[in-house]
């Protein structure tokens, strides 16, 4: 076994590593390609980052392009996000021609490749006009939708279906965001991969150093909320908890840490509106970290007591299944994927409004058991359903299921697979 197969299998058990090998077996060979907006921030390249050698480990050939597009493309598909997830929008014209434009422009470089490919995975809808300009394409090809999509707005998904419904498959991240279409659609939460930079262990000291790098007092609780700053996150839901907290535990300390990601043009004016509302308030920490920053949120979630991540609509939230990993009680707003991770007064609290979450916050610092308790839980929740190991087989499976069509047996066997695949 490879040496980073077999680092997983520490982390998840060695059956799960057979079981991935078996699955993969016959797909050996296969080109796959995935294809996002951007290689840094958010949790789409975060997953990437590993899906892709992972496969390419288990004899897939995995390869990760990234479109690139202008600012009014990233406002146009900002709008798009936004959209899915409810906001009444209307996007001007000048925008969706400059997504189609771009789509196209990008379909000049990746074509050959795309084309080519035996599977071709499209995350968001940044890059989904790609397959229509694709039009010598041989492989199959799935919309992967990381995106709340429970309650889109109608006329951004009119606008965008119409690039979706020529997709062989799509894959939503909850039941509850499926839609009308006439492809399959696939259920496949997302996942961490424990072994990276934002998730391994850290020395002591390392988990240290931020309260002396961001002035944080160590003998104080410190609450964290790790996340872009985007309104969806709702971080000035947490400000307004975390003022409601200080009136109660006056020794309180919150951390808001985010950066940019690439693709997402209104951070700047959330950030401001963040910063305006955390003036006075020395025991508010805005932290603008760089996408690199790996280690230090991973610090960060190790160094708090509690995590919160009070969004108000959520395709899945990594952060949340990061902390919980690390053993922190999370708290999180009652939405989208959240709910699959928090359960209620087991894995965590899940809120709906500033006060509570204030209120859990305030129970969750009474209750230093409760916490440890909650933790414990939580982390076990991760290893068993929101490992990366998990989300590959779970993508392996997708791919047998569409490659062999409708055949009666799909042997997995080791022994007895030829790495053709047998069927
Ligand atoms: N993240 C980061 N730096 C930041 C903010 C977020 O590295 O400043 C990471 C975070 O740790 C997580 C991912 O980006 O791994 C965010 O994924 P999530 O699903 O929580 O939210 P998204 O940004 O995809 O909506």
Same mark, same amino acid.
């Given at each position: 076994?490879?040496?980073?197969?077999?680092a997983?299998?520490?982390?998840?058990?060695?059956?799960?590593?057979?079981?991935?090998?078996?699955?993969?077996?016959?797909?050996?060979?296969?080109?796959?390609?995935?294809?996002?907006?951007?290689?840094v921030?958010?949790?789409?390249a975060e997953?990437?980052e590993k899906?892709?050698?992972?496969?390419?480990?288990?004899?897939?050939?995995?390869?990760?392009?990234?479109?690139?597009?202008?600012?009014?493309?990233?406002?146009?598909?900002?709008?798009?996000?936004?959209?899915?997830?409810?906001?009444?929008?209307?996007?001007?014209?000048?925008?969706?021609?400059?997504?189609?434009?771009?789509?196209?422009?990008?379909?000049?470089? $990746? #074509?050959?490749?795309?084309?080519?490919? &035996?599977?071709?995975?499209?995350?968001?809808?940044?890059? =989904?006009?790609? %397959? +229509?300009?694709?039009?010598?394409?041989?492989?199959?090809?799935?919309?992967?939708?990381?995106?709340?999509?429970?309650?889109?707005?109608?006329?951004?998904?009119?606008? $965008? #279906?119409?690039?979706?419904?020529?997709? &062989?498959?799509?894959?939503?991240?909850?039941?509850?965001? =499926?839609?009308? %279409? +006439?492809?399959?659609?696939?259920?496949?939460?997302?996942?961490i991969d424990p072994l990276s930079e934002k998730n391994i262990e850290l020395p002591?000291?390392e988990v240290?150093?931020?309260?002396?790098?961001?002035?944080?007092?160590?003998?104080?609780?410190?609450?964290?909320?790790?996340?872009?700053?985007?309104?969806?996150?709702?971080?000035?839901?947490?400000?307004?908890?975390?003022?409601?907290?200080?009136?109660?535990?006056?020794?309180?300390?919150?951390?808001?840490?985010?950066?940019?990601?690439?693709?997402?043009?209104?951070?700047?004016?959330?950030?401001?509106?963040?910063?305006?509302?955390?003036?006075?308030?020395?025991?508010?920490?805005?932290?603008?970290l760089p996408p690199d920053a790996h280690r230090t949120i991973n610090a960060l979630q190790r160094?708090?007591?509690?995590?919160?991540?009070?969004?108000?609509?959520?395709?899945?939230?990594?952060?949340?299944?990061e902390?919980?990993w690390k053993?922190?009680?999370?708290?999180?707003?009652?939405?989208?994927?959240?709910?699959?991770?928090?359960?209620?007064?087991?894995?965590?609290?899940?809120?709906?409004?500033?006060?509570?979450?204030?209120?859990?916050?305030?129970?969750?610092?009474?209750?230093?058991?409760?916490?440890?308790?909650?933790?414990?839980?939580?982390?076990?929740?991760?290893?068993?359903?929101?490992?990366?190991?998990?989300?590959?087989?779970?993508?392996?499976?997708?791919?047998?299921?569409?490659?062999?069509?409708?055949?009666?047996?799909?042997?997995?066997?080791?022994?007895?697979?030829?790495?053709?695949?047998?069927?």
């Amino acid at each position: 076994m490879s040496n980073l197969l077999e680092a997983y299998a520490q982390v998840a058990g060695l059956d799960v590593i057979t079981h991935l090998r078996q699955l993969a077996k016959p797909l050996a060979g296969m080109k796959v390609a995935h294809v996002n907006s951007t290689r840094v921030g958010g949790g789409v390249a975060e997953i990437l980052e590993k899906l892709v050698p992972l496969m390419q480990e288990l004899g897939i050939e995995t390869t990760w392009e990234v479109i690139e597009g202008s600012d009014l493309f990233y406002q146009c598909t900002k709008n798009f996000h936004n959209g899915l997830q409810g906001k009444h929008i209307s996007i001007p014209d000048p925008q969706l021609k400059e997504y189609e434009e771009i789509n196209r422009q990008n379909s000049e470089i $990746l #074509r050959h490749k795309l084309e080519d490919a &035996d599977f071709v995975f499209i995350h968001d809808p940044q890059p =989904a006009p790609l %397959l +229509s300009y694709c039009g010598e394409r041989r492989g199959k090809w799935i919309w992967r939708c990381h995106i709340d999509a429970s309650h889109p707005y109608r006329s951004t998904w009119k606008y $965008l #279906r119409q690039f979706v419904s020529a997709y &062989d498959a799509s894959i939503f991240s909850l039941a509850e965001f =499926a839609q009308t %279409l +006439s492809h399959p659609q696939y259920i496949i939460p997302p996942s961490i991969d424990p072994l990276s930079e934002k998730n391994i262990e850290l020395p002591d000291h390392e988990v240290a150093s931020i309260f002396t790098n961001f002035h944080i007092d160590p003998d104080r609780p410190l609450l964290l909320q790790v996340s872009r700053f985007d309104r969806f996150k709702d971080p000035l839901g947490v400000i307004q908890a975390f003022k409601i907290v200080k009136k109660y535990v006056p020794g309180a300390q919150l951390v808001l840490a985010g950066g940019g990601a690439t693709d997402d043009p209104e951070g700047a004016q959330v950030l401001d509106e963040v910063q305006e509302s955390a003036v006075g308030e020395p025991d508010i920490h805005v932290l603008l970290l760089p996408p690199d920053a790996h280690r230090t949120i991973n610090a960060l979630q190790r160094a708090s007591d509690i995590v919160l991540q009070k969004s108000i609509k959520e395709g899945f939230g990594l952060t949340v299944t990061e902390a919980m990993w690390k053993g922190k009680p999370v708290i999180g707003g009652d939405t989208g994927g959240i709910r699959l991770q928090v359960i209620n007064f087991n894995t965590g609290f899940r809120v709906n409004t500033p006060e509570g979450a204030a209120l859990r916050i305030r129970y969750l610092l009474h209750h230093t058991q409760k916490r440890k308790e909650i933790g414990l839980k939580a982390k076990e929740f991760v290893r068993d359903n929101f490992l990366i190991t998990r989300h590959l087989r779970e993508y392996l499976t997708l791919i047998a299921s569409l490659h062999f069509g409708c055949a009666d047996r799909i042997e997995l066997n080791l022994d007895k697979c030829s790495s053709s695949g047998q069927v």
